[in-house]
């Protein structure tokens, strides 16, 4: 190989930055650091090494990262109210098999969301679950509501009496009735776990739901969804025993975890001193535009799930799109017009990649300023693209409605350019 091969690394890289400063951002599971955060990602953190908690390294070196993770840890009790917190998973689904490892056996029963009802794949038998080999039982379902069947949940965890009782989805439409379920977990004496990979930024923001006060105990979550920091996870709980609490932390190191990526680490540090400040107008934004897109594309004849329920509390929408051709169709299409959004299984699809839904997710375009009116417009392009208008046609108008949208909002340095701190030199 020759320096050929890592030019052409740089200008891959560098296109696929450029293009994406020409689309609409509409993953439901992506956002844009902002530009502090990001400075992390390329500071001396990126190349050492720590091991266990700090004040307790099995390696020297630490004495600054250990400062850093010691106050990112406070902020973030803080931020999300919570009694304990590990910053240390390298990823959501990382943070998920801490929880496995420190809380279940082989053949323990815990129940949770199945596929299709918008589960992540961590949670399934052939994700995480799976590979702790524990018996996993989903919950009844409302598709009307897309949400949990209550009455039905109820008599399912009377009966099936898990270990674990865990919710959590990636469409995540609607908060669990955790509360209405909290005093069959008293009676069943079961730990209650939620996956709020999808719904931390708002969780910070107070939108969606307050988990440790409906009775959730563990929180496990993604760092870069909603919650606009570095790919990494998170593990915060409350109203679990000290015991308890060391249970986590050695199954996230040195369970699953050596090192914990102290860049990430260093840059959610920073996400969360900004969310501090700025969540509560950011989470609230967001799912106002979540609201405002449904509204739009049900207006326009494009089938969005839960019109009565107002489509969604979150940042994300669920649209049925088998009458034009499918999601793989559909995302496929978009993708040639700009818009980046994913194919979705929705409750009645039996195929994963066949699956009759798209996925759209608001709070990347509210990160870059875009508001309820401008929803108007996204649902536009959505709706010419899926009703077949050709694609390259759109994108022009896709590429010149983005050039609205440079600034990153919602951060320090609200206001430098969205995507300029992504180029590299040339
Ligand atoms: C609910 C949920 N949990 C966990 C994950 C996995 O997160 P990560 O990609 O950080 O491992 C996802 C990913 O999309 C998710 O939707």
Redesign the pocket.
Known sequence: MTLDDARYIRQEVMAHNKWFEECIPMIA?ENLMSPLAKEMLISDFADRYAEGLPGKRYYQGNIFVDRVEEKATEMAKKLFKSDFADLRPI????A?MAVLFAFAEPGDTITTCALAQG??I?TCEFGAFGQRAVRSVNYPFSVEDMNLDVDGTIKLLKKEKPKIAQF???V?LFPPPVKELKPTFDEIGCLVWE?C??VLGLIAGGQFQKPFDDGIQIVS??T??TFPGP?H?IILASNITEEQEKKIQKAVFPGVTSSHHLHAMAALAISLAEMDVFAKDYASQACKNARALGQSLHELGVPVLCPDLGFTRSHAIAVDVSQFGGGKECAQLLEDANIICNKNMLPSDTSAVRPSGLRFGAQEMTRIGMKEDDMKDVASFIARVVRKEDPKKVKEDVKAFKKNFTGIKYCFNEGEPAYGYHKLVE
């Open positions: 599971s990823s959501g689904t990382v998920n589960a992540h961590s959590g989805l990636s995540f996956d990979a999808h979550a993604s870069h969804k790919n996870g």
